[in-house]
C-alpha cells in the first residue's frame, strides 16, 4: 500500500469520525460521498449506502428553492460573521464612549473645567448629555401619557428641556463669549 493510500485512509476516517461528532452534538443529518479518481466501485457512502441514499431522497425532494434556503454557502456565513463582529465593535465602542463621558462629567463636577478639556472629551461629554437629554425627555412623555390616562396624580409642571445645543454655543456660554 502506499503512502498516499495510507494517508489517504487516515485522513477519510478522520473525516467521517468528525461527521459523527457533528451529526449526534449538533442532530443533523449528514451523508459523505468519497470517491477516489481513477478507480470504479469504489465510493464510499457514510453513514452506509441504505442511510445515504435516504438522505439523499430527502435532499432532493425539496424544492430549490427550499434547499436554497437551508444551504448556508461560506461567503454567506463569513459576511453574517463579519456583521456580528462589527455589531459588537460598534456597541463596545459606544459602552466605552459612554463610561468616559459619564468619568468626564463626574471630573466636571468635583473641580475640573471645562476649558481643560480637549476635543475628543468635549464630543464624548456631547454625545452623552445629548444621551441623557433624550432619556429625560422620553421618560418626561412617558410621565406625560400616564398623567393623560389618569394613571397618575397630576404632576407640577416641568420645566422644559434644553434643546440641544451645538457644542460652540455651549462653549461660548461657559467661557461667556458671544460671537
Keep these: 500500500m502506499s503512502r498516499r493510500n495510507v494517508i ?9 469520525k468528525k461527521a459523527n461528532e457533528l451529526s449526534i ?3 443533523v443529518d449528514i451523508g459523505i460521498v468519497i470517491h477516489k479518481q481513477g478507480q470504479e466501485n469504489n465510493a464510499i457512502l457514510w453513514p452506509s449506502p441504505e442511510i445515504f441514499g435516504q438522505r439523499l431522497h430527502k ?11 437551508k444551504m ?12 456580528k463582529d ?16 459619564q468619568q468626564l462629567l463626574s471630573k466636571l463636577q468635583q473641580s475640573k473645567h ?18 441623557m437629554l433624550k432619556n429625560l425627555q422620553t421618560r418626561d412623555n412617558e410621565l406625560y401619557n400616564e398623567q393623560q390616562q389618569g394613571q397618575l396624580l397630576p404632576l407640577p409642571p416641568s420645566p ?3 434643546p440641544s445645543l451645538g457644542l460652540a454655543t455651549v462653549m461660548q456660554q461657559q467661557i461667556g463669549g458671544d460671537d
Design 114 to 131: 471645562i476649558n481643560q478639556l480637549d476635543l475628543y472629551q468635549l464630543n464624548c461629554l456631547h454625545s452623552t448629555i445629548a444621551e
Design 72 to 83: 448556508v454557502l461560506h461567503e454567506k456565513f463569513l459576511e453574517q460573521m463579519i456583521s
Design 86 to 101: 462589527t455589531d459588537y465593535f460598534l456597541k463596545s465602542t459606544m459602552r466605552t464612549e459612554v463610561k468616559e463621558s
Design 160 to 162: 422644559l428641556l434644553v
Design 59 to 69: 435532499f432532493l425532494d425539496f424544492s430549490n428553492l427550499e434547499r436554497a434556503k
Design 8 to 16: 489517504f485512509g487516515r485522513r477519510a476516517n478522520g473525516l467521517l
Design 25 to 27: 452534538l449538533c442532530g
